[in-house]
């Protein structure tokens, strides 16, 4: 099998795991999952790689395709937050990776990959809103749900975030290891 298309098997796979059953329940709508998954499939992985490294660029295309992937969903399921979060989900398994790392040069040592997927969002839901909610130093809105996610109050999520990461060392996407069904 030649890389290429060795690649392209694991970016189907990659959109298919990327969101499980319960990533995104409770959207408004039957459906989301299976469109987002699709949706996945057809993101340029070279063009996601080349913008990582720009805060401004990276947050370009991240908005480009939550607005794209918030278009396509059922009318009664148009969730901003459930797009963001399905997208936050697909590109932190795409960086984390070992063909795709490998094949874009990611870096291997945690420091200096850290350094490079440091824009990447952390994936928002309850657990990790509570993690970030109960660690912050400044006041952030009451989580309420995917669903009810706008891109005002992620921003402010994720500005935290990035706070919280930076005291760790790592990048914020990384937090969601750290919240995930934290008992």
């Known amino acids: ?19 499980g059953a319960s990533a995104l329940r409770n959207q408004g ?36 395709h939550t607005d794209n992937l918030v278009s396509i969903f059922p009318e009664n399921g ?9 997208l936050n989900l697909f590109f932190r398994e795409v960086v ?4 795709f790392s490998d094949y874009f040069g990611l870096p291997t040592r945690i420091t200096e990959f850290n350094e490079k997927v440091k824009f990447l969002e952390v994936p928002l839901d ?11 130093e400044v006041t952030l809105p009451k989580w309420k749900s995917i669903k009810s996610l706008t891109p005002t109050i992620s921003e ?3 500005i ?5 990461a930076e005291k760790e060392n790592y990048a914020k996407v990384n937090l969601d290891l750290r919240y995930w069904r934290k008992e």
């Open 1 to 19: 099998m030649k890389e290429k298309a060795f690649l392209n098997i694991i970016h189907k796979r990659l959109s298919i795991i990327s969101v």
């Open 29 to 64: 709508a039957s459906g989301i999952i299976k469109i987002a998954r699709e949706y996945f499939y057809t993101i340029d992985i070279e063009e996601f790689m080349s913008c990582i490294d720009s805060k401004d660029v990276y947050s370009k295309f991240l908005n480009k």
């Open 78 to 86: 148009r969730s901003w937050g459930g797009a963001r979060k399905g």
């Open 96 to 99: 984390y990776n070992k063909f």
């Open 126 to 136: 309850r657990d990790v809103a509570t993690g970030i909610y109960s660690e912050s």
């Open 156 to 158: 402010e999520y994720q």
């Open 160 to 164: 935290v975030a990035q706070i919280i």
